[in-house]
């Protein structure tokens, strides 16, 4: 997974930097190397990335709101209405 490169820097003319895969190219990958997955998110993950990639999309949302009304709380203060 590490042994692609990239330039370091933007405009750079050398690949010497390691490059981050995409999640596309990790699942891949690990699909390609017969990677069993334990949890039922990767398991999700591997089989259906949409549906994992929306679930994912949810989770995050309701744990961002649920952090902002959790603040506006301690704050005693309406949560923000702006997106």
Known sequence: MT???GPCREGANESLCLADPTIDE????LQRSGYVPASA???EA???RDRWAA???ERLADRAAAVEISSSRQA???PSTSS
């Open 3 to 5: 042994s692609r490169t």
């Open 26 to 29: 990790l699942l891949d990958a």
């Open 41 to 43: 998110p990767m398991r």
């Open 46 to 48: 591997l089989s259906d």
């Open 55 to 57: 679930d994912l999309a």
């Open 76 to 78: 005693d203060r309406a």
